[in-house]
């Protein structure tokens, strides 16, 4: 085992069990937590036994190993900024909703305080 592998592992499994303790604290979520586990734990095997990675993606069709890790990072980044991009539209809807009820009632209470402030005036002046 060289410099490499003995340093990627342990940061692997760091990683790992922060995201489980991030689980369990309840910081994280339990679906995206296990996803994140399930990554740096793979992600350790890969290092620890890189010869791993061309086996499975031979049997996918793929000639080496670090291509398959490649295309695997492309497509959870296409994963990633999909799933960013829905919730930043949810986000982005909510808050135009908040922002429109906010403008109403304030809206309505600017009207109220003028038709108090005119009946106010109203009745102070004397009528002829």
């Known amino acids: 085992m060289n410099a490499f592998q003995i340093l990627g592992i342990s940061l692997s499994s760091c990683f790992a069990i922060l995201v489980v303790l991030g689980v369990v604290r309840r910081r994280l979520r339990p679906l995206p937590g296990a996803a994140w586990a399930a990554l740096w734990i793979a992600a350790a095997i890969a ?24 295309y695997l990072a492309i497509l959870g980044m296409f994963i990633g900024f999909f799933v960013m991009y829905v919730r930043m539209r949810h986000l982005d809807e909510g808050l135009t909703a908040v922002v429109r009820r906010l403008a109403i009632v304030e809206a309505r209470h600017r009207i109220e305080e003028t038709a108090r402030g005119e009946h106010e005036a109203s009745e102070r002046s004397p009528t002829d």
């Open 47 to 70: 290092i620890a036994e890189p010869d791993l990675t061309v086996v499975v993606a031979r049997a996918l069709g793929i000639q080496r190993g670090a291509d398959l890790i490649f």
